[in-house]
């Protein structure tokens, strides 16, 4: 056995008693957790701080240590980011001791790889906040040079607690400053109480792109923006980052007014920094209810209302629905599970022909994907894409299906008879954004040794337009590599045909919503005709989705349409079953 092979189990032990003693004698809190979120380490520091114990907190969740309106920012703000080792999630938010005091901390997540004798885990380091140092400093100063004076005393007292219910750059009232707002509004129970979550649509852009100092800027005109919305009478506060909060004595319906007038005053421009900006915010209202509620719960219920907001397309306002918590709640158990299922393999991909009009003959497929989940059984992608979409865990999802895609599409071109079939693979919105993917289809091109050229990539128009300069660099260096590129469900979108002209475009896939109204509604059907002609006049193919009779395969034919599918010539079959439809269809 070699020098270097006898010193490696020594660096491993050596980098595990290091790693050990970073543990036990850290500064700071130091936690583990496996994938569900359960505790399995806690080092003393956070114990010592916080005033529990070993057995308290081992294999209970970690979201027992945080407030009921902080649960929801780490499992949809955090928890989705560590998707893949090495991933690190910054989040600020409160923790509960032991004694259900609450202190101020920066929590780090990574995702660390699994180890011979320890599996892979999430590591949480939990640092307090030093600006809540800070203010006790200068409390204890304050009150030493106020001893010769109890007026004096009292009066630093009360300055230092209204600065710590302060936020420093908008002299807004802090997350603190609006429990004790809400709570005393609630205590009055007069009137209700209405209360605005707002978040603002893409802010990290602004500061990616001009910088904190043009973020600060901006962010200290949106809280002039909300007092002038709001009355006088109003408590308008900043919690952290890009959210604000907006409370009053308001029902249901004036709370949803005074939302759409935010979202109104938002969207006229402002200059900063010499650029002008057209800002947008997701809006979550909840209103109270019964006398049990509380300023927690009224915040919990406005944020899961503008998390929906968010996952319905931002720059809209959100009414709380109870019913919404539960769904939430079961989005982020099904979002959990779909985690799980892709690294255990419970994906499956199913594959829907494409027919030539003019021969009718299979000339491709598309790759659909589906889950097998252990407990509901065989999922369509209508289940499960809108979580993996929102999360991000759909550029996993999409990685997974392009692979699985091009390795069969390798394995069907070794055959004579199917090489010249050509694999359509779905790219969504956030995996067309990724600077990445250029590189990952190249990589997946070659680990599989398939011909470009038998690669599809379909893009929705709303993917393009999302951000049409980028989405238009990005394929055009798809077709330099060969690959091919259809515009998915056309006819839906927003893509002007000036912009349609700027993507190195191969076919236009028709949308289904107008193939089904053929001979049924004269209005689809000029739609599609036009649709026809308008790929024919760019020189590109046509290809009509959702063919489901005779009557639409024949209204095509007239159009000229050149490729179709639906379920009139085959429902999405697993690999063996499509092979198996096509010897029957052709005899062989």
């Keep these: 056995m070699s020098t270097a092979a006898l010193a490696r189990p020594r660096d491993e032990d050596d980098a595990r008693c290091g790693e050990e003693a970073l543990f036990r004698h850290a500064p700071c809190g130091y936690l583990t957790t496996d994938d ?9 520091t956070f114990l010592g701080w916080a005033g529990y114990r070993h057995e308290d907190l081992l294999g209970t969740s970690v979201t027992r240590l945080l407030p009921v309106g902080d649960r929801i920012l780490y499992t949809t703000h955090c928890v989705p980011q560590l998707v893949t080792v090495g991933a690190v999630s910054e989040v600020v938010l409160e923790v509960v001791a032991a004694d259900r005091s609450r202190r101020a901390c920066l929590l780090t997540a990574t995702r660390t790889a699994a180890s011979p004798g320890r599996p892979a885990e999430v590591r949480l380091v939990v640092l307090s906040i030093p600006e809540r140092r800070a203010y006790e400093q200068q409390l204890v100063g304050a009150l030493r040079r106020a001893e010769q004076s109890e007026a004096a005393r009292v009066q630093a007292e009360e300055d230092l607690r209204r600065q710590a219910l302060r936020d420093a750059l908008t002299g807004l009232p802090n997350r603190a400053g609006l429990d004790a707002e809400v709570t005393r509004r609630l205590a009055g ?3 209700p109480v209405g209360l605005l979550f707002v978040d603002l649509d893409h802010f990290a852009a602004v500061n990616a792109s001009l910088g904190t100092a043009a973020g600060d800027e901006l962010l200290v005109l949106v809280a002039g923006r909300l007092r002038e919305c709001a009355r006088a009478s109003a408590t308008v506060a900043r919690l952290s980052g890009d959210e604000f909060v907006v409370a009053d004595h308001l029902d249901g319906a004036a709370a949803a007014a005074l939302a759409q007038r935010v979202l109104e005053a ?9 650029l002008e900006i057209v800002g947008s915010a997701s809006i979550g209202v909840a209103v109270s209810a019964t006398a049990a509620d509380t300023a ?76 097998q989940h252990p407990v509901r059984g065989l999922l369509p992608p209508g289940e499960f894409i809108d979580v993996a979409e929102e999360s991000g865990l759909v550029r996993e999802l999409g990685a997974w299906v392009l692979d699985a895609a091009v390795a069969q599409a390798a394995q069907w ?10 694999v359509a693979v779905n790219v969504s919105t956030r995996q067309l ?55 998915d469900d056309f006819g839906t979108g927003y893509a002007s045909l000036t912009y349609l002209q700027r993507f190195p475009v191969d076919e236009l896939k028709i949308d289904r919503s107008f193939v089904m109204g053929l001979g049924v509604d004269d209005g689809a059907g000029a739609i599609v005709a036009t649709c026809v002609q308008l790929a024919h006049a760019m020189g590109i193919r046509a290809v009509a989705e959702g063919v ?9 034919v007239a159009m000229d349409c050149d490729f179709v599918q639906g379920y009139h010539f085959a429902r999405p079959l697993t690999a063996d079953a499509l092979e198996a439809w096509a010897r029957e269809r052709t005899g062989s």
């Design 36 to 44: 569900d979120g359960t505790i399995t380490r806690v080092n003393d």
């Design 189 to 191: 129970g007069d009137a």
């Design 266 to 274: 938002l969207a006229v421009p402002v200059v900063v920094q010499g």
């Design 296 to 371: 927690e719960r009224l915040l919990h219920h406005a944020a899961v209302a503008v998390h929906r907001a968010k996952a319905r397309g931002r720059r809209r306002v959100e009414v709380h629905d109870p019913t919404h918590t539960d769904a939430a709640v079961d989005r982020l158990r099904l979002l959990g599970e779909l985690r799980r299922g892709i690294a255990d393999g419970e994906l499956r991909l199913h594959y829907q022909p494409r027919i030539g009009l003019a021969a009718g003959t299979m000339t491709g497929v598309e790759a659909l994907v589906r889950w």
């Design 413 to 422: 071109a070794r055959d004579p008879v199917r090489q010249t079939v050509e």
């Design 433 to 487: 954004a990724d600077p990445g993917l250029v590189g990952a289809v190249t990589g997946v091109l070659v680990r599989h040794g398939l011909d470009p050229r038998l690669l599809v990539l379909e893009v929705t128009e709303t993917a393009l337009m999302t951000d049409p300069d980028a989405a238009a660099t990005a394929l055009r260096a798809l077709k330099e590599l060969g690959v091919g590129i259809a515009v």
């Design 548 to 556: 489901e009779t005779e009557d639409q395969r024949l209204a095509l």
